[in-house]
């Protein structure tokens, strides 16, 4: 990774072959993705409003707690 960060003119010939050589495998292994498997994104999570309704009624809770601790002292 430093090779691609630190391109200047002093590289000898061996560090420019091999520069060149991680170069084309990134762009290799990048193009060779696998497919991802349709059954896989079938079950997917949706969040639903509940999910939101207990979070927002969580953060209500902690703010009347601070509230509440702020009026004792």
Do not use: Y
């Not at 072959?17 to 991802?36: F, G, H, K, N």
């Amino acid at each position: 990774m430093g090779l691609f960060l630190r391109q200047d003119e002093q590289r000898s010939e061996v560090q420019k072959r091999v520069a060149t050589e991680l170069q084309e495998r990134m762009r290799q292994s990048s193009i060779d993705q696998p497919e991802v498997d349709p059954a896989f994104l079938e079950n997917q999570h949706q969040t639903r409003p509940a999910g939101v309704i207990i979070a927002a009624l969580i953060v209500l809770l902690c703010i009347a707690i601070v509230v509440f601790a702020l009026q004792l002292s």
